[in-house]
């Protein structure tokens, strides 16, 4: 019983919600930016590019070859898919990180900043400027020193 109440604490602690929020929040985020890649940039660069659709871009190593029966329909030859490599969609997904990792960028640096100006505005001020009495009392403390 006593694992389990501390695993109910550990759970429970602030930081680890904090990162299945954050988990969570960043796995809709990447669908979001994934729609956005596929919807809208890669379109607009496949229209800079001549119209080309890059997640159809592949290299062929090796092409399909369909199944073959005999007249009693039998399999002799089962299909093999294509091989090749598809370095179109290799092409969408760096635009997918480039894009995430800008916004986390933009993200950090935004809440860098936030955290400079917090302190800055919360730090007490020096201590006040002795009054004009408070010199002249100085002074004269100063000149009584000498004199003994």
Do not use: H, Q, W
Not at 31 to 59: A, R
Not at 66 to 93: H, L, M, R, W
Not at 112 to 138: C, D, I, R
């Amino acid at each position: 019983m006593g694992m389990l109440k501390e695993f109910k604490e550990f759970a429970m602690k602030g930081n680890l919600v904090d990162i299945a929020v954050a988990f969570v929040m960043g796995a809709s985020f990447g669908k979001i930016v994934t729609s956005f890649v596929d919807g809208i940039v890669m379109p607009l660069v496949g229209m800079l590019t001549g119209g080309v659709n890059f997640n159809d871009k592949v290299i062929k190593l090796k092409d399909a070859i369909p199944e073959v029966k005999d007249a009693a329909g039998k399999v002799v030859t089962p299909a093999v898919a294509e091989v090749s490599v598809k370095y179109g969609t290799f092409i969408t997904n760096v635009f997918d990180f480039i894009v995430v990792a800008f916004c986390v960028f933009l993200m950090i640096k935004a809440m860098n900043k936030m955290k400079k100006e917090a302190p800055a505005a919360a730090a007490p001020a020096g201590p006040p400027e002795p009054t004009a009495a408070e010199k002249l009392l100085a002074e004269i403390r100063d000149s009584l020193k000498k004199v003994d």
